[in-house]
Antibody, heavy 119, light 107 residues
Framework: QVQLVQSGAEVKKPGASVKVSCTTS????????IHWVRQAPGQRPEWVGW????????KYSQRFQGRTTFTTDTAASAAYMEVNSLRSEDTAVYYC????????????WGQGSLVTVSS | DIQMTQSPSSLSASVGDSVTITCQAS??????LNWYQQKPGKAPKLLIY???NLQTGVPSRFSGSGSGTDFTFTISSLQPEDIATYFC?????????FGGGTKVDIK
């Protein structure tokens, strides 16, 4: 069965960086894009962007462009999201998700990784 | 970016009641709309795609309709396990954007 397992919670100081991992199993990793979505406490989800593990192509929401980097390790079937220059407003649960069939049907989700930014 | 406006932000209904949530897009998104259910501490779960298509395995008491800018999500007979927050999300344009959510609980 398809599984996406994310790294654990992190506490970071403002200005630091964080790298969240999403380790997948149960399917061919290079065949499906991985989306990243974040959700601040009590807020609506925000789409951060996606990466195509098959060719490394990425698409970032303009809001996160320049401070966020997606990478993959195909040998490990894992995707990563790094966020730099963290600020308190980046405190959120970060999710990875995979589509099923068409690209916009986000059916499979990781359990979420809480990133807390606090001095 | 396309803005998604949901209403109401919360509602309370009795078990067996019909519940309706609306979602309005800031521009025509044809039928490029998903509906998700999210329970506390969990990831969103896809219920409806293409505005009206039920995702595999989702109970038939959930339904969606609409096109253009105005969409509706309905739970025909509210069950205790439906207590959650529901979000609409458009995929006509990137960035994908979500509505503000509707928290549903039992009266």
């Amino acid at each position: 069965q398809v599984q996406l397992v994310q790294s654990g919670a992190e506490v970071k100081k403002p200005g630091a960086s964080v790298k969240v991992s999403c380790t997948t199993s149960g399917y061919r990793f290079t065949s499906y894009s991985i989306h990243w979505v974040r959700q601040a406490p009590g807020q609506r989800p925000e789409w951060v962007g996606w990466i195509n593990p098959g060719n490394g192509n990425t698409k970032y929401s303009q809001r996160f462009q320049g401070r966020t980097t997606f990478t993959t390790d195909t040998a490990a079937s894992a995707a990563y999201m790094e966020v730099n220059s963290l600020r308190s407003e980046d405190t959120a649960v970060y999710y990875c998700a995979r589509h099923s069939g068409t690209w916009y049907k986000l059916v499979y989700w990781g359990q979420g990784s809480l990133v807390t930014v606090s001095s | 970016d396309i803005q998604m406006t949901q209403s109401p932000s919360s509602l309370s209904a009795s078990v067996g009641d019909s519940v309706t949530i609306t979602c309005q897009a800031s521009q025509d998104i044809i039928n490029y709309l998903n509906w998700y259910q999210q329970k506390p501490g969990k990831a969103p779960k896809l219920l409806i795609y293409d505005a009206s298509n039920l995702q595999t395995g989702v109970p038939s008491r959930f339904s969606g309709s609409g096109s253009g800018t105005d969409f509706t999500f309905t739970i025909s007979s509210l069950q205790p396990e439906d207590i959650a927050t529901y979000f609409c999300q458009q995929y006509d344009n990137v960035p994908l954007t979500f509505g503000g959510g509707t928290k549903v609980d039992i009266k």
